[in-house]
């Protein structure tokens, strides 16, 4: 029966010594620069105001559909991360209205509200 090791705590001194190593293999280009972390308010609030002012052409779901596509394309479906879920479930959302849409037609209706649109089709993913 294979047990677990318990492995004892770094003392201080041995974590600044690792502190040191890291910092001379990065001063000597073995180790890639700290990098900082990413502030994601920020970063949505501008993106999301040059989406808006830039994108929304015909042609441009040609762009927003190979980013998709580069997103998620080469994905290891045993490593997936927040980033892959909250793709998918945009996929899955679009999926769901085309759905919705397609049943509209067929019963007859061309007039849907938008609130049963987003209560019946988009919450129940966003939940997941």
């Given at each position: 029966m294979a047990t677990n090791k318990k492995y004892?705590?770094?003392?201080?001194?041995?974590?600044?010594?690792?502190?040191?190593?890291?910092?001379?293999?990065?001063?000597?280009?073995?180790?890639?620069?700290?990098?900082?972390?990413?502030?994601?308010?920020?970063?949505?609030?501008?993106?999301?105001?040059?989406?808006?002012?830039?994108?929304?052409?015909?042609?441009?779901?040609?762009h927003l559909y190979s980013a998709i596509n580069f997103m998620i394309a080469d994905t290891d479906f045993e490593k997936i991360n927040l980033e892959h879920i909250g793709i998918v479930k945009t996929l899955k959302v679009a999926l769901e209205i085309k759905k919705f849409m397609e049943d509209k037609k067929a019963n007859g209706e061309t007039k849907y509200s938008?609130?049963?649109?987003?209560k019946n089709v988009v919450k129940p993913i966003k939940d997941l």
């Open positions: 004892k705590k770094l003392t201080n001194k041995e974590k600044e010594l690792r502190k040191q190593i890291r910092q001379e293999m990065r001063e000597e280009g073995l180790l890639p620069p700290k990098k900082q972390r990413l502030n994601r308010k920020k970063f949505t609030q501008e993106t999301m105001e040059e989406f808006k002012n830039n994108f929304g052409a015909f042609s441009d779901l040609d938008p609130v049963d649109l987003y």
